[in-house]
């Protein structure tokens, strides 16, 4: 995957007025205009990229062919396209150096939060209705990273205790993911990782080739929406026991790597981020859970 590439697809309003917003504000560049004026490329830090877009155009602002042609290869295959109040996930090396700077950009309404072990977090309201997420990962040592992944079998038995089917169809707010849907994903994900988990421990060292996941796709052709989901919690269950067995079992099972794409990825370093990525999930739950007082 091109990394010259935006994975990252926002729709604006008005691309001059929101571009003026990421570039003033926020410090991002601008790569690229199209010369219709409805889209731009913008570059975030080092190695990541953003195409804005207006949510719609007249028949006279349409692109040309070739223009249309143009915005697609600025785009990765199948970029995140997310909704208006969304959370959108910037990685950064430091939020610290990112929070220090938009404040001296005069950007108000920062909100940094810290998962120990897990990540840094500086929330970032945009103009568009975006809430923008920098985040750093943070270091863990390897007995604190068994214990956060454990720890996930736990929590996930405590949100959906008691739970009835009605129930399981509650939302945060109209249009965001209910807790069926937040549930069914993140065993998912946690499946299509464990793959590469399972590889890295009996093979150290070997070059993975796996599809992207998509979660939009995988929601909507695995019907999140109104499949039973008690199954799906006693397998979560089950394999993290698996891992964590082998794990114990196994020497410097932490350690042990595969090469995915253009980067060698841990064990350790895969575990920590499905800890954290069922964490964030489970707390979405529970927010849910408080919401409706159940």
Same mark, same amino acid.
């Given at each position: 995957?091109?990394? %010259?590439?935006?994975?990252?697809?926002?729709?604006?309003?008005?691309?001059? /007025?929101?571009?003026?917003?990421?570039?003033?504000?926020?410090?991002?560049?601008?790569?690229?205009?199209?010369? $219709?004026?409805?889209?731009? #490329?913008?570059?975030?830090?080092?190695?990541?990229?953003?195409?804005?877009? %207006?949510? $719609?155009?007249?028949? /006279?602002?349409?692109?040309?062919?070739?223009?249309?042609?143009?915005?697609?290869?600025? =785009?990765?295959?199948? *970029?995140?396209?997310?909704?208006?109040?969304?959370?959108?996930?910037?990685?950064?090396?430091?939020?610290?150096?990112? +929070?220090?700077?938009?404040?001296?950009?005069?950007?108000?309404?920062?909100?940094?939060?810290?998962? *120990?072990?897990?990540?840094?977090?500086?929330?970032?309201?945009?103009?568009?209705?975006?809430?923008?997420?920098?985040?750093?990962?943070?270091?863990?040592?390897?007995?604190?990273?068994?214990?956060?992944?454990?720890?996930?079998?736990?929590? @996930?038995? +405590?949100?959906?205790?008691? #739970?009835?089917?009605?129930?399981? %169809? =509650?939302?945060?707010?109209?249009?965001?993911?209910?807790?069926?849907?937040?549930?069914?994903?993140? !065993?998912? #994900?946690?499946?299509?990782?464990?793959?590469?988990?399972?590889?890295?421990?009996?093979? &150290?060292?070997?070059?993975?080739?796996?599809?992207?996941? $998509?979660?939009?796709?995988?929601?909507?052709? #695995?019907?999140? /929406? %109104?499949?039973?989901?008690?199954?799906?919690?006693?397998?979560?269950?089950?394999?993290?026991?698996?891992?964590?067995?082998?794990?114990?079992?196994?020497?410097?099972? @932490?350690?042990?790597?595969?090469? &995915?794409?253009?980067?060698?990825?841990?064990?350790?370093?895969?575990?920590?981020?499905?800890?954290?990525?069922?964490?964030?999930?489970?707390?979405?739950?529970?927010?849910?859970?408080?919401?409706?007082? !159940?």
């Amino acid at each position: 995957m091109d990394r %010259n590439k935006a994975k990252l697809l926002l729709l604006v309003d008005h691309v001059e /007025a929101s571009a003026a917003f990421y570039t003033g504000k926020l410090g991002w560049e601008v790569v690229e205009r199209a010369a $219709s004026g409805h889209a731009v #490329l913008l570059q975030v830090g080092e190695d990541y990229r953003v195409v804005l877009m %207006n949510r $719609s155009q007249t028949a /006279a602002q349409q692109e040309t062919d070739s223009e249309e042609s143009r915005i697609a290869d600025w =785009l990765q295959p199948k *970029p995140s396209c997310p909704q208006a109040g969304d959370l959108v996930y910037i990685g950064v090396s430091s939020v610290q150096e990112v +929070e220090r700077s938009l404040l001296e950009r005069g950007v108000a309404q920062l909100h940094k939060e810290e998962d *120990p072990g897990h990540i840094r977090r500086l929330l970032v309201p945009s103009v568009d209705g975006y809430m923008l997420v920098y985040w750093e990962e943070l270091y863990a040592a390897d007995e604190e990273i068994i214990a956060m992944y454990a720890e996930g079998i736990e929590a @996930l038995g +405590e949100v959906v205790a008691s #739970l009835t089917d009605e129930q399981l %169809n =509650l939302r945060e707010v109209p249009g965001k993911w209910s807790i069926r849907e937040h549930l069914l994903h993140l !065993i998912d #994900l946690e499946l299509v990782t464990i793959h590469k988990v399972k590889f890295a421990l009996a093979e &150290s060292g070997r070059t993975y080739a796996g599809n992207s996941f $998509s979660q939009d796709d995988w929601s909507q052709g #695995l019907l999140y /929406a %109104n499949r039973p989901i008690h199954v799906e919690v006693r397998m979560f269950v089950a394999v993290r026991q698996h891992i964590l067995s082998l794990c114990a079992y196994l020497p410097d099972a @932490l350690q042990r790597t595969i090469i &995915s794409k253009d980067r060698e990825e841990s064990v350790g370093k895969l575990l920590k981020m499905m800890a954290g990525h069922a964490m964030h999930h489970i707390r979405a739950v529970r927010r849910i859970r408080e919401r409706h007082e !159940i």
